[in-house]
């Protein structure tokens, strides 16, 4: 067997995530998935109730451990918060969750924030020991810089004083630096989460460029150049290889980041993501 890699170290322990509509996906990707991986079920707004809880039985059941997505400005009143996670303790699937603000411009209900709804102490009502919360490395198109620092801070603190857990889980990078960068200006914060880079699957070159510009990610010729395609060639699929490896070793090289992982945003589907980091894993020598 191969030399263990940092990238392997990095890849250890890592995380995806799937909609609603992706258990007929998820069916295909668990056996190439490790025994307890976390898997994101995201909060849309064209989905139900019963979508999401069904996506989160099927993670269940597959030996997997779901993270429930809760969108603040999706959710109409506290009544149906309640009823959310009532369904989700229910399911057993509640002691992990990720609160995130949410794609409406103007709240539908009483929370115009992820940090709102944690304050609403619901959550740690309902039975949730660790709550995921959203970090933009390379900011975010609609909030200034300072803002979603003290947003950070803030959700960081109400947490530990709640006393449960957290997570940052990083909107998706192209580039290492802007995310070391980051992730050296948390712990000087005094945060000492673990975070979760989120990390593009495999995927088409064109979906890939089509997600970065609409959130905001850095795309340029450069960057991605770096990243492993080309701008000006948009057929074929890309993968993380190049990233994983840069961001491992640089992180085993640096001073101590504390606690970092991998979250794949699965723009290419789950199966072919999970066949990339199961091959990849392989490759660097993790252990099966």
Same mark, same amino acid.
């Given at each position: 067997?191969?030399?263990?890699?940092?990238?392997?170290?990095?890849?250890?322990?890592?995380?995806?995530?799937?909609?609603?509509?992706?258990?007929?996906?998820?069916?295909?990707?668990?056996?190439?998935?490790?025994?307890?991986?976390?898997?994101?079920?995201?909060?849309?707004?064209?989905?139900? #109730? @019963?979508?999401? !809880? =069904? %996506?989160? +039985?099927?993670?269940? /059941? $597959?030996?997997? *451990?779901?993270?429930?997505?809760?969108?603040?400005?999706?959710?109409?009143?506290?009544?149906? #918060? @309640?009823?959310? !996670? =009532? %369904?989700? +303790?229910?399911?057993? /699937? $509640?002691?992990? *969750?990720?609160?995130?603000?949410?794609?409406?411009?103007?709240?539908?209900?009483?929370?115009?924030?992820?940090?709102? !709804?944690?304050?609403?102490?619901?959550?740690?009502? $309902?039975?949730?020991?660790?709550?995921?919360?959203?970090?933009?490395?390379?900011?975010?198109?609609?909030?200034?810089?300072?803002?979603?620092?003290?947003?950070?801070?803030?959700?960081?603190?109400?947490?530990?004083?709640?006393?449960?857990?957290?997570?940052?889980?990083?909107?998706?990078?192209?580039?290492?630096?802007?995310?070391?960068?980051?992730?050296?200006?948390?712990?000087?914060?005094?945060?000492?989460?673990?975070?979760?880079?989120?990390?593009?699957?495999?995927?088409?070159?064109?979906?890939?460029?089509?997600?970065?510009?609409?959130?905001?990610?850095?795309?340029?010729?450069?960057?991605?150049?770096?990243?492993?395609?080309?701008?000006?060639?948009?057929?074929?699929?890309?993968?993380?290889?190049?990233?994983?490896?840069?961001?491992?070793?640089?992180?085993?090289?640096?001073?101590?980041?504390?606690?970092?992982?991998?979250?794949?945003?699965?723009?290419?589907?789950?199966?072919?993501?999970?066949?990339?980091?199961?091959?990849?894993?392989?490759?660097?020598?993790?252990?099966?």
């Amino acid at each position: 067997m191969p030399a263990t890699t940092p990238a392997a170290r990095l890849l250890d322990g890592f995380s995806l995530e799937m909609t609603g509509k992706d258990v007929e996906g998820l069916a295909e990707a668990a056996p190439l998935l490790p025994a307890g991986t976390r898997v994101n079920v995201t909060f849309l707004g064209n989905e139900d #109730l @019963e979508m999401r !809880l =069904a %996506a989160a +039985r099927a993670v269940l /059941a $597959h030996g997997l *451990v779901p993270v429930p997505h809760i969108s603040a400005r999706r959710i109409r009143s506290a009544a149906e #918060l @309640e009823e959310f !996670l =009532a %369904a989700l +303790r229910e399911a057993g /699937a $509640h002691e992990h *969750v990720f609160a995130v603000g949410g794609d409406p411009a103007e709240p539908q209900g009483p929370y115009a924030s992820s940090l709102e !709804l944690i304050r609403s102490g619901l959550l740690a009502e $309902h039975g949730v020991r660790e709550v995921s919360i959203a970090g933009y490395p390379e900011g975010h198109p609609d909030i200034a810089d300072a803002e979603l620092w003290s947003a950070l801070v803030d959700k960081s603190a109400e947490l530990a004083q709640q006393g449960l857990g957290s997570v940052v889980l990083t909107q998706f990078a192209f580039d290492t630096d802007p995310v070391l960068t980051w992730i050296r200006a948390v712990r000087d914060a005094g945060i000492d989460a673990t975070l979760r880079i989120g990390t593009p699957g495999p995927a088409g070159i064109k979906r890939l460029v089509s997600f970065a510009t609409r959130f905001g990610v850095g795309a340029n010729a450069m960057i991605v150049k770096k990243y492993g395609f080309s701008l000006t060639n948009l057929m074929g699929t890309a993968g993380p290889e190049r990233f994983v490896a840069d961001l491992g070793a640089r992180l085993e090289e640096g001073p101590d980041a504390g606690p970092v992982g991998l979250h794949f945003y699965t723009f290419g589907g789950l199966p072919a993501t999970a066949r990339w980091v199961q091959e990849h894993r392989a490759a660097e020598g993790a252990p099966a």
